[in-house]
């Protein structure tokens, strides 16, 4: 895998995937950025919540659930001193379908953060990761 990070201007960076698809990414104003993109750490969450998210629905279809949607909030502390890493994180799946089995869900989480989301398994080194989910029907 590889990626590309460019530096336009001020704190504003372009990073492009080995994949061929490019993100903004820029910094607050007080650090000299111009909120023109998300944040690198921001970045990082949202690919874990990625990450956790298409392992959930990988999942969920081979186990015939019919899923309408997911949404997976996530919300992470920091340490307050530097590096400010993460310390802790928690994802919260929100699962809409059809029928859905609350065993299947339960379990697709669970198999993602212990098994397939490399993202989950890399950040909880360092982060406390808990998850939890609800069920609405569609």
Not at 61 to 67: A, D, E, H, L, T
Not at 107 to 127: D, N, T
């Amino acid at each position: 895998m590889k990626a590309r990070v460019k530096w336009v201007q001020d704190a504003t960076m372009l990073g492009e995937s080995g994949s061929g698809h490019a993100v903004v990414m820029d910094g607050p104003a007080e650090h000299g950025g111009r909120n023109l993109g998300v944040r690198p750490m921001e970045m990082l969450l949202l690919g874990m919540g990625g990450c956790t998210e298409f392992d959930v629905l990988s999942i969920l279809r081979k186990s015939r659930q019919q899923v309408t949607d997911c949404v997976v909030e996530l919300e992470a502390e920091r340490a307050e001193s530097e590096p400010k890493v993460f310390s802790r994180i928690h994802a919260h799946f929100i699962v809409t379908g059809k029928g859905l089995s609350e065993k299947h869900v339960a379990r697709a989480i669970s198999l993602s953060a212990e098994k397939y989301c490399s993202a989950s398994i890399m950040l909880g080194q360092m982060a406390e990761i808990t998850h939890d989910y609800e069920i609405r029907n569609a």
